[in-house]
């Protein structure tokens, strides 16, 4: 199917609201939790739940947008975004509470991130996609950071029933411009298992190392409060710091990446970079999130290179799928030992230290070229 700029126009208007209505309290979720008086084993059990019903939400998302159109799963998941941020304004510290909204919460990031990925890698260039992608992730970036700071303040101080507005409003409201976006409707079969048997294992390795960025990326807002300043202004300040470095870097990367990909060199960066975040005292930490903005968007560029270069594989429909499973699966399993830390810290580390085995591991794998 040809690609149509104007279908990309529309997913960038829809890329730019619905970041920023997320991002006005997504990104301070687990600093809210613990601030709310939740423990970290808590807050770590939430996300365990939210990436275990994730996996099967994900081949349900799927379906519904083969049968129907995959607007409809984006629309199951903006309803239950609010549904969360109305469960988020009575917080009960009990195990049932926490089970129901992070089923909650996977149904909104599920039904969000299955059309959401379907939507860009359809209209996405079949070669060189890495300079169209820059774009998409500047809008990203944009949206990210006015919302981080809007949120913070009212967060610090107003409440949650103005945000839980503005963010309801804009994220049905972003949902339009994807209505008309033309994509090939197939009514694909799903075939998991069969398809799972063609996917590159080394793909595999690289995009659950990935992920594992994710779970980090929950964890240091609470680091942050600990250890810095217990506010969401200064979450929202990092956050902001960092997308800041993205902008000013990643559409020159994106040019440099259509060359060469530097997944390897940006995860060992990555690694390197939290080790920094994890020693660092007081302020100072707002100079390495600079530096790690930068580190992020070359490892984000890198995995969406491989990502989009390995579409061919499979047909769209399966490629998304596999991708989401192994998402959430990934995050899952490793945020299990997590359970028996008592220390934010040592969480930190701890991740890191998975993500350097599987980096190993993955070299390895390139260099004797097998499983390829």
């Known amino acids: 199917m040809q690609i149509d700029i104007i279908d990309i126009k529309k997913f960038n208007t829809f890329n ?5 209505a997320r991002s006005l309290i997504e990104i301070f979720i687990s600093l809210y939790l613990f601030k709310k008086g939740f423990t970290l084993n808590q807050i770590v059990l939430f996300y365990i739940l939210e990436n275990a019903f994730s996996i099967f939400l994900s081949y349900i998302y799927v379906l519904i947008g083969e049968k129907y159109n995959y607007c409809v799963p984006m629309f199951i998941g903006i309803i239950s975004f ?28 599920r039904g969000y991130w299955v059309s959401r990925r379907f939507y860009i890698t359809n209209i996405m260039p079949k070669k060189e996609s890495s300079e169209s992608f820059s774009i998409v992730m500047i809008v990203s970036q ?8 809007i949120g913070s303040i009212l967060l610090d101080g107003l409440n949650m029933n103005i945000l ?14 994807l209505i008309n976006v033309k994509y090939e409707k197939k ?11 063609k996917y590159d294992k080394k793909n595999l ?5 990935y992920e594992l960025s994710n779970l980090l990326e929950f964890i240091f807002p609470i680091y942050v409060a600990v250890y810095v300043t217990n506010t969401y202004t200064m979450a929202g300040s990092v956050n902001a710091i960092s997308n800041i470095s993205i ?4 559409f020159i990367y994106g040019k440099i990446i259509k060359k060469k990909n530097h997944f390897i060199a940006s995860m060992i960066a990555f690694i390197i970079i939290n080790l920094l975040k994890v020693i660092t005292v007081n302020y100072i930490i707002l100079a390495i999130y600079f530096v790690e903005g930068i580190i992020k968007k070359m490892q984000n ?6 990502y989009f270069e390995n579409r061919s594989q499979l047909d769209i429909t399966h490629h998304n799928l596999i991708y989401q499973i192994i998402e959430s699966f990934f995050r899952a399993l490793v945020a299990i030992p997590l359970l028996f830390f008592d220390n934010v810290i040592y969480m930190i580390l701890f991740v890191l230290l998975i993500i350097y085995i599987e980096l190993a591991f993955y070299i390895s794998m390139k260099r004797n070229k097998i499983l390829s």
């Open 16 to 20: 730019f609201l619905s970041t920023f």
């Open 82 to 109: 609010v549904i969360v941020q109305i469960l988020l304004l009575d917080c009960i510290n009990s195990l049932g509470y926490i089970i129901l909204v992070s089923f909650m919460y996977s149904m909104y990031r």
């Open 142 to 149: 944009l949206g990210s950071i006015i919302a981080g700071y």
């Open 164 to 177: 839980i507005v503005i963010s309801s409003i804009i994220l049905f409201l972003s949902v339009i411009p």
């Open 187 to 197: 009514n694909n079969k799903i075939k998991l298992r069969e398809n799972f048997k």
């Open 205 to 209: 390795i690289a995009f659950s190392m």
């Open 247 to 250: 902008i000013v870097f990643i």
């Open 301 to 306: 560029q890198s995995i969406n290179k491989i």
